[in-house]
């Protein structure tokens, strides 16, 4: 039988055209290695033009559903998006207290890409008093960064101070991610036996219609890595990487801005062995 490979539970809402959201998220588990499991926050409708509405889960479905996925199978590590309502927020925020599971990611989602919001008050202060000091890392924008510390982050060095609060507010590290920056740049500060150390990763800009989902993308990608081991500044650089390559191999879907190709590994071709190398005996 089998090894069975490392189990991410994704937490987020659904988006009907798969370009985020949980669905979105089990792609980028299977073309990590990993074993995807999931628990809908919030129904949506929406397209690659934009979300139209959005209608939180019955919380009380979410805690039955998360307690009944804890029971059943050991998780390796949980992935935060979309949490849609302060009850919601509330009822993550129990689960993952009593859970203390491992490798918790939250990608602290305040609006989507086309500027329907998808959180309210409530959800955010949860978020700032509970889900942050309870995960291992957050994945925030620089807008996301902003709305949290009250103060405008347009650059590196507002990285490092908006870093600087969200450590103060119990975040143990932080991926602030500037992919919208004239010089896409993210910012990586965690803490350590030396105090607070910082890494940057830079990369070049993509011209690109293909960018739907890349912050959860990325997020859960780094939950993947964090399962299988890896330090966080290794997760951090490999899932910026496979977010450069998955949109770099997007196809074009809709007619508002497209998913990226979360499986674009698996339709790579493969290298055909020579003749003589696949003969035996010869």
Known sequence: MAEAPPVVLTIAGFDPSSGAGVTADIKTIAAHGCYGVSCITALTV????????????????????????????????????????E????????FLARARLPNVVLDPIISSSSGAALVDAGSLKVMAERLIPL??????????????????????????????KLHAMGAKAVVVTGGHLERPTDLLSFTSSKGIEQQTYKSRKQVSSSTHGTGCAFSTAIACHLAHGRALPEA?????SYVSAAIAHAYPIGHGAGPLHHLYRFHQKRPVARRHEAESGR
């Open 135 to 164: 995960a291992t890392v957050i994945t925030p924008n620089v807008d996301e960064a902003a709305a949290f510390c009250g103060q405008e982050v347009s650059d590196v060095e507002e990285m490092r101070a908006a870093a600087a």
């Open 236 to 240: 951090v650089l490999l899932a910026k």
């Open 87 to 94: 009850s919601i927020a509330k009822t993550v925020a129990d």
């Open 46 to 85: 929406q397209s690659t033009a934009g979300v139209r509405r959005v209608e939180p889960v019955d919380p009380g479905l979410l805690k039955s559903s998360l307690r009944e996925l804890a029971d059943d199978v050991e998780i390796a590590a949980v992935h935060l998006g979309m949490l849609g309502s």
